[in-house]
C-alpha cells in the first residue's frame, strides 16, 4: 500500500489531467499533418514522448515554484509542499521524464519534434517562471510553450514545419491568452501572496484586462478561420469556428459592460474557451481527416 501511495504521489506530480491534454493535442496535429494516413507505431512515440516530457516539465514547475505554492490556496495541497515529497525527489524525477520523453521522441520520429519539445520544456521553466514574479508580459510568453504541442506532433509527422502548422499554432497561442488573463483575474488574490504578476500590476479595476481579453479574443475568431484559407480544413470546420469565435468573442464584449471586470463576466470567458478548445481540436481532425 505505501508504494502504491508513492507512486501516486509522483503521478500526481505530473499533473496528469494537463499532460494527457498535451498528448492528445499532439496527436491531433499529427494526424492533420499526415492528413490521417498515420502508421499506428510513429503515432504512439509521438504521445508517449510527448507525455512524459510534458509530465517531467510540469513536474520540474513544481519542484522551481514549491515555496511559492506553499502560499497560495489552490497550490499548498500539491506534492512538494504539502510534504508529500521532498524537493530533490521531484527535481531528480522531473528530469528523468523530460529527458526520457525527449530522448524517445529524438529515437522514434526526429529531431525537429525533439527539439521543439526541448524548447518548450526550456522556456516554460527557464522564461515563463521567473517572468510571472516581474511583469505580465509572462502571459504572453507562457503561451508559447503551451501552443508548442501543435508544432512538435505536426513535425513528428512530415518532418518539417510549414505555413499550416504556423497556422494551428497561431490558434492555440491566441486561445490561451483570454483563457488565463480571465483566470488570472479570477485567482488575483491567491498569485498576490506568491508575488505572480500574469496581470497588469497598475489595473486594479481590471479595465484593461477587459480590453485585452477582447482584443485576443477578436484576433483568434479571424486566425480561427486560417485553416480552411490555407486548404486543410473545409466547410464544416469554416462554420464550426466562426460560430465557436463569435461566442468567445460575445463572451469577451461582455466584460466591458461595467465600470470593473466582474467575477461573473471573467468566469464566462474562462468557462468558454474550455469550451472552444477541445471543440477546435474536433473540428481540425474530423475535417482535415476528411477532406
Keep these: 500500500m505505501e508504494r502504491l501511495s508513492r507512486f501516486a504521489v509522483f503521478y500526481e506530480l ?7 491534454y498535451v498528448m492528445v493535442t499532439a496527436g491531433v496535429g499529427y494526424l492533420v499533418a499526415a492528413q490521417g494516413q498515420a502508421d499506428f507505431l510513429p503515432v504512439i512515440w509521438t504521445l508517449l514522448g ?27 495541497t500539491r506534492p512538494i509542499p504539502s510534504g508529500r515529497l521532498g524537493p530533490k525527489e521531484a527535481f531528480f524525477f522531473g528530469n528523468l521524464l523530460t529527458l526520457g520523453g525527449i530522448g524517445v521522441l529524438f529515437v522514434t520520429v526526429g529531431w525537429l519534434p525533439a527539439g521543439l519539445t526541448a524548447l ?31 508544432l512538435i506532433g505536426w513535425s513528428a509527422a512530415v518532418g518539417t514545419l510549414t505555413l499550416e502548422a504556423g497556422a494551428v499554432f497561431a490558434i492555440a497561442y491566441l486561445w490561451q491568452l483570454p483563457h488565463v488573463l480571465s483566470l ?51 466547410m464544416v470546420y469554416l462554420f464550426g469556428m466562426a460560430a ?48
Excluded at 499533473?15 to 494527457?20: C, Q, S, V
Excluded at 510527448?50 to 499548498?76: I, K, P, S
Excluded at 520544456?121 to 504541442?149: D, E, H, Q, R, W
Design 14 to 20: 505530473t499533473k496528469p489531467g494537463i499532460a494527457g
Design 120 to 150: 518548450s520544456a526550456l522556456s516554460y521553466n527557464l522564461i515563463y517562471t521567473p517572468l510571472k514574479k516581474v511583469s505580465y508580459v509572462s502571459t504572453l510568453a507562457g503561451a508559447f510553450p503551451g501552443a508548442m504541442p501543435t
Design 184 to 234: 488570472g483575474w479570477l485567482l488575483r488574490k491567491d498569485y498576490a501572496r506568491a508575488g505572480f504578476y500574469l496581470i497588469p500590476k497598475s489595473d486594479p479595476q481590471g479595465r484593461q484586462i477587459a480590453w485585452h481579453i477582447t482584443a485576443f479574443s477578436a484576433t483568434l475568431a479571424l486566425v480561427g478561420l486560417a485553416p480552411t484559407w490555407l486548404g486543410i480544413t473545409g
Design 50 to 76: 510527448t507525455v512524459l516530457a510534458t509530465g517531467g516539465a510540469l513536474a520540474l514547475n513544481q519542484f522551481v515554484e514549491w515555496e511559492l505554492d506553499a502560499l497560495m490556496e489552490r497550490t499548498r
Design 244 to 291: 465557436l469565435g463569435a461566442g468567445l468573442l460575445g463572451l469577451a464584449i461582455a466584460t466591458l459592460k461595467e465600470n470593473r471586470l466582474t467575477a461573473v463576466a471573467a468566469r464566462r470567458v474562462f468557462l468558454g474557451s474550455l469550451v472552444y478548445h477541445p471543440l477546435f481540436l474536433v473540428l481540425l481532425l474530423v475535417d482535415a481527416i476528411r477532406l
